[in-house]
C-alpha cells in the first residue's frame, strides 16, 4: 500500500447506499472519491441532495454517459436492479466492481429468470464474478475482478448457518427465518408503502413464502450443505430506518445441543473483526449495531426439544450494503480489511 | 337487559388497560362506572392522571381498602400479576369479576408455581374460574362469575390454531410463533428497557423460549388437541405503542393444504363479529386494527413442502385485554356481545 | 330530522381525509354513504386501499365523470387544491357542499393569486361561501350551501386569538406563531420528504415566512380585530402521523394580567362541546386529542414582562379536516353538532 | 503533544453522555479512558450496561469512592445535578475537569439558588471555572483547570445570538427561543414522561417559561450585549432520541436587514470546523447533524417587518454535551480541537 490513493467512484450515488459509501469512505485513507454519478440529479451537488454530508469535498454528480473511466481504479455500483447488468459490462478492463445491486448474485441463470422474470443479460461476465459475503469467500474476493455484494437479508443468516450446515448440525430442510426490517432496505424513491404515516407505529409481513432475497438465501445454504435447500423466508416491515434483526428456527441433528451451536459460531468467527457471538442465551437488538458494520448473533435453547433458536442483527446499509462493499473493496486491493469500517454503533 | 345500567368499578384504574376501560365504557349504553381504584393515586381524579379523558364524569380514584362493594355489580381488575388472587377471593358474591391480570389464567396450579414461583393463593376459586377467549369458549363465560380475560400474545394465536388442531390439519409437536409486540403491554410503570430511547429505531427478542404467556397458549393449544403441547414462542419488543403481530409456522398433516386451512379458518370465523379471515395469500397489519378490537388473520403458502404460514395481529390492549374484558362482560350479562366495542379503528 | 338519512358522497376518498371521513360518518346516525370518487382508483373497493375499515359496507370508488349527482344531498369534496373550483361551480343547486381543499377559504380574489399563482376561477360562487371554522361561523354556517373548511393549521390559532383580539387583550403586530405538525398534512402522494425515514426522529422547519396557511390565519385575525394583520407563521414537520401543536406567542396590551387572557378564552368557550381550556399554566399535548375533534390550549406566564404565550392543539385530520367538516355538516342540516363525532382521543 | 496518552476518566460513566463519551474517545488518538466510576452498577463491565460498545477494551465500573485519582489526568464528570459540586471540590489539584452537569454553568451564586433551590456548595471554586462554550470562550478554555459545560439549550442559541447582540443587529428585550428536544436530554433513569408510549407520536411543552436553562441563556446573552437580558424560552419534547432545534425569532435594530444578519454570523463562524451557516433562506434538520458534534444554523426573512428567524440545530449529546466536552478537553490539553471528533452525521 503506497502513498498513491485509489480512486473510486460510485454510481448512483443519490440513493441511501450511495450516501453511506461517502460517509464510509470520506474516512478512508487509501482512497479518493473521483467519481459520482446520478442519472436524475446529474449537475447537482452531492451535498444539496444530502445536506449531512455537505461539508464534504465531492466532485459534482454528473450522468453515467458522461463517466470517464480513466479517472477511476474502482467502482461501487448502486444501481437499481435490472440496470446494471450492461453498464457493468461494458466497463473497461482496468476497473474493478463492487455491486450493490441484485444483478450478478443469482448464479443460475434460470434462477436469475425464474425471480425476475427476464434473461440475464451478462451471462459470461457472471461466470467470473464472485459473491461478496466476505467472511464467508474472503479468499476468492481476493482474487476477483467483480464482486457481487450480497442482499441485507442474505448476509446475516448465511453467517449464522454456514458453519451449522457445514458442520452437519443442523438440518437443511427445516429452517425458518423470520426477518424483520427497517424501511432503507426499500430505497429512496417515493412510495406510498414507505410513507412515514404507513410505516410508523405498526408492523406487517410482506413477500411472505416469495421474496426475493430467498434464491440468494438458499443458493448460500446449499454452498454451505453441498445439497439444494429450499428455505421459509418470511420479512417484516417495521418503524425503523436501519436494521435487520432475524430470528432463525432450526432443528439440530441427532445428539446435537444448543450449546454445540454456541461453541461451533463461537470458534467459527473467533478472529473475525466485525461478527461477534455473545454469550449462550444472549440476544442481540437491532440499536446495538446501528450505523457500524457489526453482525450480532445469539444463541438460545428452544423449548421444543431438539431444536434451537438463532437471532442476528446488522444495520442493513452498513454491513448489508456499503459497509460489506468497503470491506470488501479493502480484501480486493490488498488492504486492511477494517480500513474505513471502525465507526462505533450510534446509541441511543 | 332494562333501562337500569349495571354498575362497573375498575380496580387499578391508573394503568393503560384502566384507561383504555374507561375509553370503551364511555359508550357502552347499558352500563355506568361507580368505582375507580389506584392505590398509589387515590384521591386524584382520573382526568389528572389521563388527561386525554378528562372531559369525561368519573368517580375520584380511591384505594382498595377504601372500597364499598355495594356499589358494583361488576369489576374490571387490572391489578398486577400476584396480588390479585386475594382481592378477588375477598369480594361479596354478588360481585362479577373479569380479571385482567394472569392470576387466574393458568389452570393447572403446578404449572402455575412454575411460571410464578409461588403458590396459587386462591385454587378453590379457580375450580370456577372461566377462561375468557370469548369466541373459543362463549357458553361457558355466559354462566361465569369469574372470568380470566386471556393474555395478549395467546389471543390471536388460539384463535388461529385452535380451529386446525381441533380438525387434525395441523400437527402440534411443530409450532413456531414468533410475536412481535408493542411496548404498552409492558405497562406504564418507567422501567429503563422501556423508555423511548431504548425502543425507538430498533427490535430485539426478549424471554426468547421462556415467556410467561407460553405455558397460557401451550394450555389453549392442548385444550383444541386433546393432548399435551410444547410450543417455541418468540416474542419481540419493537417501536409500537399498541398492536402484536404473530407469524405462525406449522407443519400439515398428510393430505392437508394451505387452501384447506384457509376454508377452515374462514368456516370457523364466518359469523364472529371481530374476527376476521382476509383472503387467501393476504396477510395483515397490526395498524389496520389499531384502537378496535378486531383480530385479522391471513393464511400463505410456505415454500418448504407441507408447511403453512398463519400471521394474526389484533390491538394488545382491545382485543388483547381492555376491549375482550367488555366483551366477555356483555356475554356474561347477557347484553349484545358487540356493545361499546363499535369502534372503528383509528388510521393513519 | 327525520328518519330517512341525508345521502352523502365524497369526492376524493382515497386520500386520508376521505378515510377519515369514512370512519366518521360509519356511526353518523342521520347520513349514509352514497357516492365515493377516486379518479386514478376508481373500480376498485375502497375497502383495498384502506383495509382497516374493510369490513364497512360502501359504494364502490368511481370517477367523478360518473357521478349521478341525483344520489346525494350532500358532498364532501376532499379533491387537490386547485382543481376543485370548476367541480363544485359545476354541481347542481340541490347539492350541499363541505370542500377540504384551499380552493374556497381565501374570499380576497388578489390574495388567492398571489399565493397559488393562479386566477381563482370561480369567484362568483366564491362570494356566497361561508368559511367554516364553526365555534367562529355558527350561525353564517347555518345558512350556507358551501362551506370552505379550514386548513389544520389555521383552526386552532384562530381560536386561540380570536377572541383576544376582539378584547383588544393582545396586539395583533406582534404575533408569532410557531406550530408543530406530523406528516398526514401533506397527504398520501408519495413524496421524498414524506418518506418514513426522512421523517423519524428529527425536525425541521419548512415553509419558514411563506406558508400557504399564513394568509388565511392573517385573514381570520382581520376579520376579529378588523385591520389587516400580519403574521409570523412558522410551521415544522416532525415524526408524528396526526397533530398540530402551536405555541402562540403574543404581547398583551396595556394593562391585560396573562389571567385576564386565561378568563377570556374560558368564558368564549364555555359552552363549546369540542374546545377546552386547561387550567391557568398546564399546556396540552397533541396526543391527548389523537382521533378526536377536540382542541386544547393552555395558557402560561412568560418570562418577559407583557408577553403571554398560548399553546393549541388538534388532530389535522379530524377538528383540522375531516371531524370540522362533519361538525359544518351537523350545523348545515341543523342536526345535533356533536352527532358522530363523540370519539374519544386514543392514547396511548 | 507527546506519544504519552492523557488519562482520562468519566465519572457517572452509566448514563447516556457517558456511553457517547466512550464512543467519541475511542477514536482520540491522545487519550486513553483508565477510570469508569457509576455508583449504582459499581463492579459491572461497561459492554454489560451499553452492549452497543461491548468490543471496546475498558477498565470495570466502580465506585468513585473507590477512584485512585492517581490515575488520571483529566475528568469528564457526568454526575447528576447537585451532586458534582463536593466530587470536583474534592479532587487533587493535578486533575483536570470538564463537568457536564449544570453546577457550575451559573457564576452568579443567587442566581443559582433562585432556581435549584440550595446555596452553591462551591462558591470558591466557582470563581475558577470557566464556561465551556468552545467558539465563544476558547481563549479562557486554553488556561482552565475546571470548565462548565453548557447545557445543550443554550449552546445552539448562544452561538447565533452572540455575534448579533455584540453587533448591536437585534434587540435584547425581545427574544423568543422555541426550542424542541429529542428525549435523552431527559437521562437514562426511568420516569413516566419518557417512556416510548408516552412520547412517541406526540409533542407537547413542558416547562414554558420556567425552565432551568433559561438562566443559562440569559447570563450568555448578557455577556454577549453587556447588560442584563430576559428570554422567553419555551421547550417542547417531541418524539426523537436525539437532537435540538431551536427556532429564534428576534427583532432587527433599526437599518439592519436579514441579509446582514446572514452576513454576520457567515463571517464569525467562517473558520470554525464545527458551525456551519447555511445559504440565506435554508433552515437546517435535526437528522443532519445526529451523531456529529456539528451546529448547523439558518437565517429566514420573517413576514412581520422588522423581524428574523433563525433556525438553529445540534445533537444534544454530541455538541450539547459530550462532544463538546472532548472538545474543550482538546482545547485545554493543547490538542488539534477537532481530535476525536470527525464523526460523520448518520442519516437517516
Known amino acids: 500500500m503506497s502513498d498513491v490513493k ?21 474516512h478512508h485513507e487509501a482512497s479518493e472519491i473521483t467519481l459520482l454519478t446520478a442519472d436524475r440529479r446529474a449537475g447537482r451537488p ?23 473511466w480513466s479517472t477511476v481504479d474502482l467502482i461501487f455500483c448502486a444501481l437499481p436492479h435490472g440496470t ?44 467470473e464474478v464472485v459473491y461478496g459475503l466476505t467472511e464467508l469467500h474472503r479468499e476468492k474476493i481476493k482474487k476477483a475482478r467483480v464482486v457481487a455484494n450480497p ?6 443468516v448465511q453467517l449464522a448457518l454456514t458453519p451449522l450446515l457445514e458442520g452437519k448440525l443442523v438440518h437443511a430442510e427445516d429452517i425458518i427465518i423470520d426477518a ?3 424501511v432503507t432496505g426499500a430505497g429512496r424513491s417515493p412510495k406510498e408503502m414507505t410513507l412515514y404515516a404507513e410505516v410508523t407505529e405498526g408492523i406487517h409481513a410482506y413477500g411472505t413464502g416469495g421474496h426475493r432475497h430467498a434464491p440468494e438465501i438458499e443458493q448460500g445454504l446449499a454452498w454451505a450443505c453441498g445439497s439444494d435447500v429450499v428455505v421459509n423466508f418470511s420479512p417484516h416491515l417495521m418503524p425503523m430506518s436501519r436494521g435487520i434483526l432475524e430470528s432463525i428456527y432450526v432443528k439440530m441433528t441427532n445428539g446435537t445441543t444448543a450449546e454445540d451451536i454456541q461453541a461451533a ?17 444472549v440476544t442481540p437488538q437491532t440499536r446495538h449495531v446501528r450505523g457500524s458494520n457489526y453482525v450480532l448473533m445469539g444463541v438460545v435453547k428452544d423449548r421444543v426439544p431438539g431444536r434451537v433458536i438463532i437471532v442476528a442483527v ?33 446509541f441511543p
Open 6 to 26: 485509489v480512486k473510486v467512484g460510485i454510481l448512483g450515488a443519490s440513493g441511501y447506499t450511495g450516501a453511506e459509501l461517502v460517509r464510509i469512505l470520506a
Open 46 to 68: 452531492f451535498g444539496e441532495v444530502f445536506p449531512h454530508l455537505a461539508h464534504i469535498k465531492l466532485p459534482t454528480m454528473i450522468s453515467i454517459a458522461e463517466a470517464d
Open 84 to 127: 446494471t447488468q450492461e453498464v457493468i459490462a461494458g466497463l473497461p478492463e482496468h476497473v474493478k466492481v463492487v455491486d450493490l445491486s441484485a444483478d450478478f448474485r443469482l448464479f443460475d441463470p434460470a434462477t436469475y429468470k425464474e425471480w425476475y422474470g427476464a434473461e440475464h443479460a451478462a451471462q459470461d461476465l457472471q461466470k
Open 151 to 156: 442482499g441485507c437479508y442474505p448476509t446475516p
Open 180 to 182: 424483520k426490517s427497517g
Open 265 to 281: 459460531l463461537e470458534k467459527r468467527f473467533a478472529d473475525e473483526p466485525f461478527v461477534r457471538v455473545l454469550p449462550f442465551g
Open 314 to 346: 446488522e444495520d442493513n446499509l452498513v454491513k448489508g450494503a456499503s459497509g460489506q462493499a468497503v470491506q470488501n473493496m479493502n480484501v480486493m486491493l490488498g488492504l486492511p480489511e477494517t480500513m474505513g469500517l471502525e465507526i462505533e454503533p450510534l
